[in-house]
């Protein structure tokens, strides 16, 4: 589904040049869930910003269900994104001022769907999480755990193939935390290839995959039950 090639990221700033990702090589199977992982600033969260097309790579070839995305232009690259890739992130980023229905219909909004469907889509995803009875909420009436879930139903209202999750997990307490988890574990079961970058051994775990970078390339790649 993926194929990175020599796909490297750099920052200038006056003379100054630094290497946040460094001719990463890596490719990512049609229903894999792969965790990444690694100490601060080693890359994860640029990484997995390259492969929501939230930024541009510096060089290298990126591939997504066949198609060369690096050089398209910002209108191609939001067309993709729009179709084929859904958002979790810790923080949240739902807008308090719209209700929690409004909020998940924002993924909706520019796509192909009439307003009737996206409304049918949107109840949909919220009854699929729970939330049904809280459509008319702001998230700020929500516990972490509910806006959190928001979040993802949100991400996969769009029926994304690739659900890209950034510490979807670190705002919140254990219970709300193994709560989301389970849920990321369903949609990955279902078909929806999931990239988690996370901090937590545990929540690696349960990738089907680990990736583990430092310094900006990848350092382990290995399967469920290789990691030492």
């Known amino acids: 589904m993926i194929e990175l090639t020599q796909l490297s990221k750099r920052h200038r700033s006056g003379e100054i040049e630094t290497t946040a990702l460094d001719a990463i090589d890596l490719q990512i199977e049609a229903g894999e869930y792969l965790a990444i992982t690694g100490p601060s600033g ?95 909420h702001h998230p ?5 755990g509910q806006q959190q ?14 659900l890209l999750a950034d510490e979807p997990t670190g705002n919140l307490d254990s219970a709300h935390g193994q709560e989301v988890m389970r849920l990321l574990r369903e949609l990955n079961e279902e078909g929806t290839t999931l990239v988690m970058v996370t901090h937590s051994a545990e929540h690696a775990a349960l990738a089907s995959r680990t990736v583990r970078l430092l310094d900006g390339r990848v350092l382990v790649d290995a399967h469920a039950g290789q990691l030492q």
Request: one cysteine or more; glycine letters at 10%.
């Open 149 to 162: 879930r928001v979040a993802i139903a949100r991400a996969i209202a769009a029926r994304p193939a690739l």
């Open 42 to 136: 080693c890359g994860k969260s640029t990484l997995l910003g390259l492969l929501g097309l939230l930024d541009a790579p510096s060089s290298g070839s990126y591939r997504l269900q066949g198609e060369e995305l690096v050089g398209k232009s910002p209108r191609e690259l939001a067309a993709i994104r729009r179709g084929r890739i859904g958002f979790v992130f810790q923080s949240f980023n739902l807008i308090d001022e719209m209700t929690v229905q409004d909020n998940v219909m924002l993924a909706l909004r520019y796509g192909p769907l009439p307003e009737k469907a996206q409304r049918a889509r949107t109840a949909e995803v919220l009854e699929r999480l729970g939330l049904a009875h809280r459509a008319a």
């Open 140 to 144: 700020s009436q929500l516990s972490g």
